[in-house]
């Protein structure tokens, strides 16, 4: 059973900066992707950034780049997303999801994404 904790949201004011941090347990980790989506109130659950296995690729968002980053590190089973520059329109619920297929390289649709964790809220304040 595949398992996905997301954890480091808060509060924080526009131009701060937060770093989520996902869990992941109940399989080999260092094959799949792994993926950040948000979702806010009243919208759909939106791409945010997405890694390769190796960490060799990295996808983002138009919206995010140059202010997120996303890592990993396959000796803790642990996915991040760095966000800097904050702005008030980053508010919204933050997943953390995976593939069931390894090796498959990241797309950017949830529906592509099997297995979702309970997500982290973020609000950045103007």
């Known amino acids: 059973q595949v398992q996905l904790v997301e954890s480091g949201g808060g509060l924080v004011q526009a131009g701060g900066s937060l770093r989520l941090s996902c869990s992941a347990s109940g399989r080999t980790f260092n094959r799949y992707t792994m993926g950040w989506f948000r979702q806010a109130p009243g919208k759909e659950r939106d791409f945010v950034a997405a890694i390769t296995w190796t960490s060799t690729n990295t996808y983002y968002a138009d919206s995010v780049k140059g202010r997120f980053t996303i890592s990993r590190d396959n000796a803790k089973n642990a996915v991040y997303l760095q966000m800097n520059s904050l702005k008030p329109e980053d508010t919204a619920l933050y997943y953390c999801?995976?593939?069931?297929?390894?090796?498959?390289?990241?797309?950017?649709?949830?529906?592509?994404?099997?297995?979702w964790g309970q997500g982290t809220q973020v609000t950045v304040s103007s």
């Open positions: 999801a995976t593939v069931s297929i390894p090796f498959r390289i990241p797309r950017m649709s949830a529906n592509d994404y099997d297995y």
